[in-house]
């Protein structure tokens, strides 16, 4: 599968854009565990076009993390032109996604995001300049429809590809549903099987398991499969899912640390230990991020990077499933201070997780 120039291999694993998650640690944590490509958070294009200062720190990309796109969303075409055009110069990402899918009230309901389902020559005109103004290869992100009285992904699709994407990402609800019921894959599917369409999809919704994946790949047909609320506290599922998906399913819960090579052998599958220590990594580079953007006050740089890890601790599955976790759970979410986190988080190997 490729993207422009871009070179994916066969049966890629993306990682979705997600407000508050995929910042650049996350992100350089899914890519060591078998992303293909990371997005960054979504960026407002009208804040970029104000340079706001918080909306440009989201443009820092690494190399290590490449291929990366950058999801802008908006509503007006001028604005999103310079928006693009300030992400292409100051980030150079490889990729520039159009936001036509987060169903939030504060982005759909002001007209931009899913919201653009309703209005969708604007959509399509927005879409249209935007792939004129830079020379990034241009992906769009959207949903079905915006209700289920209007699935309109199956004429979507070929007006965009006219409009010269160079891929799409299918997100298999419509913005009624937010994040509700289930992820239908049908339409998707029409989409890849339409013959007219000829630039990858991109499926995503609901994909928590090696098993769905593999699924989506084979009986939809999708070129990529992109993952997202299954990563909270789980960057390693990218491994597993690789692993199932080249090894034709027969051992698709055997873990690995890192990719395997011939020198190596096969390494060890992650026992939950190693799998604290990967959420702990992540504490350490919230921390240090913020530090390094903020300043001085380590107390509330600490503070502020635990806030952004609880997220994962409270959705990893490695502690799901303990009997009498509750209070350790809330003790742990409640932790302002990396000293009283790390603490508790020993003693949760110590009790739980030592072999």
């Known amino acids: 599968m490729n993207i422009g120039n871009i070179q994916f291999g066969d049966r890629p694993l993306f990682l979705a854009p997600m407000e508050d998650v995929t910042d650049i640690g ?6 060591r565990f078998g992303a293909a490509m990371v997005y960054t958070e979504f960026v407002s294009a009208e804040a970029l076009v104000r340079s706001v200062k918080s909306t440009i720190s989201k443009l820092t990309i690494d190399d290590a993390e490449r291929p990366v796109g950058i999801q802008i969303y908006g509503r007006d075409v001028p604005q999103m032109v310079e ?6 110069e100051q980030a150079h990402p490889d990729v520039i996604d159009l936001n036509f899918g987060c169903p939030v009230k504060k982005v759909a309901g002001k007209g931009a995001g899913a919201g653009m389902l309703q209005n969708i020559p604007l959509l399509l005109d927005i879409t249209r300049e935007v792939v004129k103004a830079v020379k990034t290869p241009v992906t769009v992100k959207t949903r079905l429809g915006w209700n289920k009285e209007q699935l309109v992904i199956t004429t979507l699709a070929e007006q965009l590809q006219d409009c010269g994407i160079q891929a799409l990402t299918i997100h298999g609800r419509t913005r009624s549903q937010m994040y509700t019921g289930e992820a239908d894959w049908t339409l998707i599917g029409e989409v890849k099987a339409n013959p007219r369409i000829h630039i990858p999809i991109i499926g995503n919704g609901d994909i928590t398991t090696p098993e769905q994946a593999k699924q989506a790949f084979e009986r939809y047909g999708v070129d990529a ?7 909270f506290g789980r960057p390693w599922i990218f491994q597993e899912i690789r692993d199932y998906l080249d090894e034709g399913g027969t051992n698709g819960r055997r873990l690995r640390g890192k990719p395997r090579t011939k020198e190596e052998g096969i390494p060890h599958p992650l026992t939950n230990s190693e799998k604290l220590d990967i959420l702990i990594e992540q504490l350490h580079i919230n921390i240090e991020r913020i530090h390094a953007i903020k300043g001085k006050d380590i107390s509330e740089n600490e503070y ?10 409270a959705a990893t599955p490695i502690f ?3 009997p009498d976790f509750r209070q350790t759970r ?3 979410l409640r932790a302002n201070t990396l000293e009283e986190l790390e603490g508790i988080l020993s003693h949760c190997r110590e009790k739980y997780f030592e072999e």
Request: proline share 0%; glycine share 8%.
């Open 304 to 313: 502020r990077g635990i806030l952004h890890t609880r997220r994962h601790l």
């Open 83 to 88: 928006a693009a055009q300030i992400v292409e």
């Open 330 to 332: 809330i003790a742990m």
């Open 26 to 31: 996350f992100r350089q944590l899914c890519k």
């Open 225 to 231: 499969v992109m993952i997202g609320r299954a990563t």
């Open 320 to 322: 799901k499933g303990i």
